[in-house]
């Protein structure tokens, strides 16, 4: 079946250094989506992207849907400690509509 | 606010059980999901509902049904747990069909099963 592949799957960095994870896939998809997960919740979506080529910016997050359109990174700049979670890629097949989860990047800011 | 509750955060079960999951959404979403989600694999979709009594089955939905008599309520029933359906269940709503539509999560249930 169709499968993303997300890395890093952990990071521990400093404090206000500048942090990316990206997701690639076998298919092409037309959706790509970021969440992120805070210790004892649910995801909430962060940005959305529905074009090749697309950069959207949430804040100190920036994300960009590959030329491709079988990738998709993230990058969070001057990571405070709130930053702390775990961060999926969803992306959606232009076949099937069907939507697929990253395996996930645990981040942890040390102070 | 869009608010997904999930019945229980914690859930200890013994082999053999019939184990309910509970899920209740308050903003008319027409669609609801479940998940699970093990580390190092993600989120997997077990089943998801687009509409009252309507049930579709997702990626690994053996070992599991779902039941939704009401819009805003959606349940996920283990008929026999087992312990590898040990793992964190997460229930999702959203308003539309299609990925333009995000998906709304509740904090999920953990459960053990011994």
């Known amino acids: 079946g169709q499968q993303l592949n997300q890395s890093p799957q952990s990071m521990f960095i400093q404090e206000g250094e500048d942090v990316s994870m990206n997701c690639t896939s076998s298919?092409?998809?037309?959706?790509w989506l970021w969440y992120k997960q805070d210790p004892g919740e649910g995801p909430v979506l962060l940005i959305a992207?529905?074009?090749?080529?697309e950069l959207t910016s949430n804040g100190r997050l920036t994300a960009q849907f590959g030329i491709t359109r079988k990738d998709s990174f993230l990058n969070i700049s001057a990571s405070i400690p709130s930053d702390v979670g775990i961060y999926f890629c969803?992306?959606?097949?232009?076949?099937?509509?069907?939507?697929?989860f990253g395996q996930g990047t645990t981040l942890q800011v040390k102070p | 606010d869009v608010k997904v509750t999930q019945s229980s955060r914690y859930l200890v079960k013994r082999t053999g059980e019939k184990v309910f999951l509970e899920c209740v959404q308050d903003?008319?979403?027409?669609?609801m999901f479940w998940y699970r989600q093990d580390p190092g694999l993600g989120l997997r979709l077990i089943y998801f509902?687009?509409?009252?009594?309507?049930?579709e089955k997702g990626d690994i939905p053996e070992g599991y049904s779902v039941s939704r008599e009401k819009k805003e309520r959606f349940s996920l029933i283990l008929e026999s747990a087992s312990t590898n359906q040990t793992s964190m269940y997460l229930c999702?709503?959203?308003?539309?069909?299609?990925?333009?539509?995000?998906?709304?999560f509740g904090n999920g249930t953990r459960l053990t099963v011994t």
């Open positions: 969803a992306g959606a097949s232009s076949n099937t509509g069907k939507l697929i």
């Open positions: 992207l529905y074009k090749a080529g």
């Open positions: 903003m008319d979403h027409e669609n």
């Open positions: 298919s092409i998809f037309n959706t």
């Open positions: 999702a709503s959203s308003l539309l069909q299609g990925n333009n539509s995000p998906l709304h």
């Open positions: 509902s687009y509409d009252v009594k309507m049930k």
